[in-house]
């Protein structure tokens, strides 16, 4: 059971690029969240799915993309990468049910865009 | 949306002192208020959290106060150890369970 997986773990692009991080879970949870982590600013909610096929904004989602086309996976991608997008990524999963708030985490992605 | 504001950003103690962290959220509607801890280099981890039904919970040395009528809440560590410096976050529950977060706190425990 390896909960909330993320790849890959340390990334360097240069601006312009494009990418995919992966964030992959297997405890049947039906919601999944992106959050990036900048220093000062706490985790910030950029994309998020209550199910699969849907995705929805949240707080910053301006050049990122996500799907989500089976359960088990949430793609968050960039596009066109730039500088502002340095960050460390994290995915979470959570259940949908009242009685199951707490998120889990992954263990992070951390980019950097030169 | 939510708004939640965290103090202080960061706070220092002897190590035996406790330590208290608050939180203010905007949005009356939220129900649910966790508080994760975050070594450096580490994911976020939840070390207790509080439903908008119950006043306070403890869990050890840990323990959480809600206020829902000023919209606050706070995180209390007594006898804190080195091994409780970290950053710590609090979060207030929206729609569709997401989380918004405090900008964290970073405590220092000193030996």
């Not at chain 1, 999944?32 to 995705?55: A, C, F, K, N």
């Not at chain 1, 996500?66 to 502002?84: D, M």
């Not at chain 2, 190590?15 to 280099?41: H, M, R």
């Not at chain 2, 207790?48 to 119950?54: A, H, L």
């Amino acid at each position: 059971n390896a909960g909330v997986t993320q790849t890959p773990k340390f990334r360097v692009l240069k601006t312009g690029q494009s990418m995919t991080l992966l964030c992959a879970q297997d405890m049947n949870h039906e919601y999944m969240y992106w959050y990036r982590q900048d220093p000062g600013m706490g985790l910030r909610l950029i994309h998020y799915s209550v199910g699969e096929g849907t995705t929805a904004k949240g707080e910053v989602p301006d050049g990122y993309n996500v799907s989500r086309l089976k359960k088990q996976n949430f793609l968050l991608g960039l596009e066109s990468a730039a500088p502002s997008q340095t960050s460390v990524y994290f995915c979470a999963s959570s259940y949908s049910n009242r009685a199951h708030y707490g998120y889990t985490f992954g263990s992070g992605t951390r980019l950097t865009v030169v | 949306g939510e708004n939640v504001e965290q103090h202080p950003s960061t706070l220092s103690v002897q190590e035996g002192d406790s330590a208290v962290i608050k939180c203010t959220y905007s949005d009356s509607a939220s129900n649910y208020f966790p508080w994760y801890k975050q070594e450096l280099g580490k994911r976020p981890q939840l070390i207790i959290d509080i439903r908008s039904n119950v006043g306070e919970k403890k869990d050890q040395r840990i323990a959480v106060t809600l206020n829902k009528t000023a919209k606050h809440f706070s995180l209390h560590i007594t006898e804190t150890q080195p091994e409780d410096s970290a950053v710590y976050f609090c979060a207030a529950r929206g729609g569709y369970s997401t989380l918004t977060f405090g900008k964290g706190t970073m405590l220092l425990v000193s030996p």
